[in-house]
Each structure stands twice: as C-alpha cells, then as structure tokens.
C-alpha cells in the first residue's frame, strides 16, 4: 500500500512539473535568458536543462523518461512541450518529439489518431 502512495506521489509531481512546462510554452515568448532559465529549473527535476536536451540522443531521452517511469499521457505531454518550445526558439526538438510519439505509438500497443497527427504535423513543420 506505502509503494502505491509512492507512485501516486510520484505521478502527481511529474504532472506538475510537466504543467508547468507546457504553460510555459504555449504563452508567444521572444524566449530571453529568463524565460530559458525557467524552463531550465523545471527540466532540472528531469536531470535535463536545455542544452542537454538538445544533445541527449532520442533513444537516451525515451530510456530517461522510462527511468522516471512516466506514463503514455505524460510522456505525450513531454513531446508536446518539446514542439511546443521548438516554436519560434533557438533550439529545434520536433525530431526528439517525434521519436517520444513514434514510441508511444509502438511500445503503448495502442493506436491514437491524435498522435499520429500529432507526429504528422510534426514532420510538415520540419
């Protein structure tokens, strides 16, 4: 019972974090140093900041989100901030966020038409 309150705990702290990176985001920023170093303070809670991010393989960065045993929703959620923060920035993630959705979309044994528009639209803004 202790280990479900754990995960539970767990859970809702990744929720969280990944709100706040997605509000973040998806407000139009001429992204400045402030607004990078915020982004940076809630990736930290990933062992990520931006500059790792845009090194970290794309099969590094599924096997990290594993690590933090992220669900399918909250790992779609991680892609989504990833596109989301590609948009008008200096840093491209929509290959990362394409590999995190191809993975959903393989490894969840489920198929979604969300996804795989969302990998679509992706791919077009390439």
């Not at 985001?25 to 992204?31: L, N, R």
């Not at 096997?63 to 008008?88: C, H, P, V």
Request: glycine share 2%.
């Amino acid at each position: 019972m202790l280990n479900k309150g754990l995960r539970d705990e767990k859970k809702v702290k990744i929720d969280n974090m990944l709100s706040t990176l997605l509000s973040l985001v998806f407000v139009p920023k001429f992204w400045n140093i402030e607004d990078t170093s915020l982004i940076d303070n809630q990736l930290t809670d990933f062992d990520l900041t931006t500059v790792i991010l845009d090194q970290i393989e794309e099969k590094d960065l599924i096997l990290l989100l594993d690590k933090y045993e992220m669900d399918w929703t909250q790992k779609e959620q991680f892609a989504d901030f990833l596109i989301g923060y590609s948009i008008n920035n200096l840093f491209d993630f929509s290959g990362k966020a394409i590999a995190v959705y191809n993975h959903i979309q393989m490894d969840s044994k489920t198929f979604s038409f969300e996804i795989f528009n969302k990998i679509a639209t992706a791919k077009a803004n390439l």
